[in-house]
């Protein structure tokens, strides 16, 4: 499991397996969020089981899946509310981190999202969903 630090509060990461789920709790994190739509490929642990999982280990677990084509979905005013919740630490996950850290960006006031684009990119995630977003529903 390879986390990206995106802020103090919010990481990202792949995949995660079911073992990864106390671990995750160990390193400090409150909240576990799930943007990988179930069955996407073969083999993935589904959402029910992540979930139980993380109730058993103490994490606040959340499910919003999102797929490229049609970024970022319905799920973006729930996903603010935790990307943007000072007291909590969230892991938010998905097959490469690439869409959690696309919806992180998409959280973020606008002069502030460009500047943490940048680094998202730097640190090798692909920004182009949300500068997609931002070109087809400029924020006011």
Known sequence: MRLIN???????????????????AGMGFDVLMNNRPDFE????????EIAEEALRCGLQYYYYPVISLSFPGDVLQDTN?????????TLAFCR????SANLWL?????EAS???AQEVSRLGIDPSMFLNMLRHSPRN
């Open 106 to 110: 998409a959280s973020l006031e606008h």
């Open 81 to 89: 509310v935790l990307f943007n919740d000072s007291t909590v630490k």
């Open 6 to 24: 995106l802020s103090d509060k919010v990481s990202v990461s792949g995949q995660i397996n079911l073992e990864h789920v106390s671990e995750i």
């Open 114 to 116: 460009l500047v943490a």
């Open 41 to 48: 490929v073969v083999g993935q642990p589904i959402n029910s």
């Open 96 to 99: 490469s981190g690439t869409r």
